[in-house]
Each structure stands twice: as structure tokens, then as C-alpha cells.
């Protein structure tokens, strides 16, 4: 997806939930809100390397304090941005306003810090209609991404 010029206004999350910008995250209900949308667990150690090597994250934390959607940023600070971990509770009421306050929030953050940056993403299909609202658009030259998950090599038994 491609992003464009236009953005709607500001949604509104419903009342008492709140989207913020520290602290972050604990890297346990991390974990469990990123399982719970379908990612694979991580471990502690590699949730804190990752928001550490991040340059910001926005959160959004339900009227119980629970957090209930996630996104997060890395860039080369000059030409391209990349948003990880979209993501919003599959249980949660409002996630179609979760996923819509943390596409506008992060949008809004990264035309004022980094305008005219290149961004890229990997989004649940829940997220589609959020971002196409914002202005992406599925590239039109078919561009796909494409990941790779790297193994530990097998250590021989010798």
C-alpha cells in the first residue's frame, strides 16, 4: 500500500480508552496481545531489543488499563519509516477504533517529524480499511512484500 496526501480527522476512541505514547508497553502483555491477533510469541528479551531499537510506539489502553492495540515505529531517520506490529485485540468492542486511532495517531506523528518519508507496513487485514480511509492504496504496479524467518543453524553432533 502507498500512502497519499489526504487524512481524515481525528477519530475518537470511546470513553476511557486512551491511546499513549509511554511508557511502554510491559514486554508480557506485549507478548499477549501480539499472540492473541494471530503472531508468534516472543520472549521478554526480544520485545525490549525491539521497542528499544524502535524510534516510538503508540498504545491504546481500554477504560480497565488493559492494553488493547499497539503499533510502533523504525526508521532510517531521513528517507524511510516502517510501522511493525499493527495490531488490536480480536476480543476488543472498539477495535475497528483501536486500529483507526493508532493508523491516524502514527500518520499524524510521522508527517510531523519526517514528512515526505517513504512508509511501509505490515497490517492484519482488519487493519485495510483504517489505513485505505488514511489514503493508502494497494500499489498499483503490484508490489508485494515478501518475509523471510531465519533459522538458528542445526549445530552438528559430532
Same mark, same amino acid.
Request: proline share 9%.
Given at each position: 500500500?502507498?500512502? +497519499?496526501?489526504?487524512?481524515?480527522? !481525528? ?22 496481545? @501480539? ?15 525491539? &521497542? ?13 488499563? !488493559?492494553?488493547?492495540? +499497539? ?5 532510517? &531517520? ?7 506490529? @499493527? ?14 486511532? @493508532?493508523?491516524?495517531?502514527?500518520? !499524524? ?26 489514503? +493508502? ?22
Amino acid at each position: 500500500m502507498i500512502p +497519499f496526501r489526504s487524512s481524515p480527522s !481525528q477519530p475518537r476512541l470511546p470513553e476511557g480508552y486512551r491511546l499513549e505514547t509511554s511508557p511502554a508497553p510491559r514486554p508480557h502483555e506485549l507478548d499477549a496481545l @501480539l499472540v492473541s491477533c494471530g503472531d508468534r510469541s516472543r520472549t521478554p528479551e526480544l520485545i525490549e531489543r525491539v &521497542l528499544a531499537r524502535s524510534i516510538w510506539h503508540l498504545l491504546v489502553r481500554n477504560p480497565e488499563g !488493559q492494553l488493547v492495540g +499497539f503499533v510502533r515505529a523504525t526508521s532510517d &531517520l531521513a528517507l524511510n519509516a516502517n510501522l511493525w506490529d @499493527l495490531s488490536a485485540a480480536p476480543s476488543e468492542p472498539a477495535r475497528a477504533s483501536v486500529l483507526e486511532a @493508532l493508523v491516524h495517531g502514527a500518520l !499524524q506523528r510521522l508527517r510531523r517529524e519526517m514528512a515526505g518519508c517513504s512508509i511501509s507496513l505490515s497490517a492484519p487485514p482488519e487493519a485495510l480499511e483504517a489505513l485505505r480511509r488514511h489514503g +493508502f492504496i494497494v500499489d498499483p504496479g503490484g508490489i508485494r512484500a515478501m518475509g523471510l524467518t531465519l533459522a538458528r543453524p542445526v549445530e552438528s553432533v559430532d
